[in-house]
């Protein structure tokens, strides 16, 4: 009895999955360059950079962090 009820649950629940994830596309990833990015962001918004490497800097410039 147990076994026919999980058949009875997982043979729908199975192609329902396969019905949802079918029509997805796949995703597709590349590696970017650290050089692209700062060229993407500095033709972006030059003052937000300049601003963040400042910010950075005076972070990076404490000395509880240094530590």
Partial sequence: ?????MQAVCAPLAALMFV???PLPMAHA???PTE?????A???APAN???DRE???TFLAREDVRR
């Fill in 42 to 44: 500095d033709q972006a």
């Fill in 36 to 40: 692209q990015v700062l060229r993407s």
């Fill in 20 to 22: 949802i994830a079918g």
């Fill in 55 to 57: 910010r950075l800097a």
């Fill in 1 to 5: 009895m147990h076994v026919r009820l």
């Fill in 49 to 51: 950079v300049a601003t």
């Fill in 30 to 32: 590349a590696m970017v």
